[in-house]
T-cell receptor, first 113, second 114 residues
């Protein structure tokens, strides 16, 4: 699985959009980009994933660059409850290790009033 | 809430003892994976069980072992506990090999080894 690079921490004002970048320059053609978050003392929570097209769901939007070497997770209107560690993960889907995710250090997002 | 439940939520053991952690997967999910999360670190993959067999393992020694039962619930066993085994142990379920999608994590079992 390809390695990802994320900033260690970011701040965002409540009500504003939070844009979390991720670099995955060694991503392979069959690797998906996944985002999870972990609120303090809870288990990680799935947010969104994509292969090459931009994706949107009720929680967030995922923008993947055309060369797929980087992506941005967008929380359109951040709230205090979005304060968490956000993990960007790349992995091959459809393989035998579907339960395996390689977590890095993630980005600690602090949403401030 | 994901429907994945873990027990116990907290426990304290001493070095050299053995511990068993339990996980009930979300209904319909036949794959369970276990993770270890040390303080301030991201979760580390321990192993995965699919249809009662281990079919993927991370860089953990053999004293970390597991079981999956016919109802797809699972246990993580750790023998000869060491101080560095102190961590949050997370269980995640998914709907099986070849599946594209997300993992559903439980809230974890926090183990302290003294």
């Amino acid at each position: 699985d390809a390695k990802t690079t994320q900033p260690t921490s970011m701040d965002c004002a409540e009500g504003r959009a939070a844009n979390l970048p991720c670099n995955h320059s060694t991503i392979s053609g069959n690797e998906y980009v996944y985002w999870y978050r972990q609120i303090h003392s809870q288990g990680p929570q799935y947010i969104i994933h994509g292969l090459k097209n931009n994706e949107t769901n009720e929680m967030a939007s995922l923008i993947i660059t055309e060369d797929r070497k980087s992506s941005t997770l967008i929380l359109p209107h951040a709230t205090l409850r979005d304060t968490a560690v956000y993990y960007c993960i790349v992995r091959v889907d459809g393989s035998s290790n579907t339960g395996k995710l390689i977590f890095g250090q993630g980005t600690t997002l602090q949403v401030k009033p | 809430e994901t429907g994945v439940t873990q027990s116990p939520t907290h426990l304290i053991k001493t070095r050299g003892q053995q511990v068993t952690l339990r996980c009930s997967s979300q209904s319909g999910h036949n794959t369970v994976s276990w993770y270890q999360q040390a303080l301030g670190q991201g979760p580390q993959f321990i192993f995965q069980y699919y249809r009662e067999e281990e079919n993927g393992r991370g860089n953990f020694p053999p004293r970390f072992s597991g079981l999956q039962f016919p109802n797809y619930s699972s246990e993580l066993n750790v023998n000869a506990l060491e101080l560095d085994d102190s961590a949050l142990y997370l269980c995640a379920s998914s709907s099986g090999t070849g599946h594209t999608g997300e993992l559903f994590f439980g809230e974890g079992s926090r183990l302290t080894v003294l």
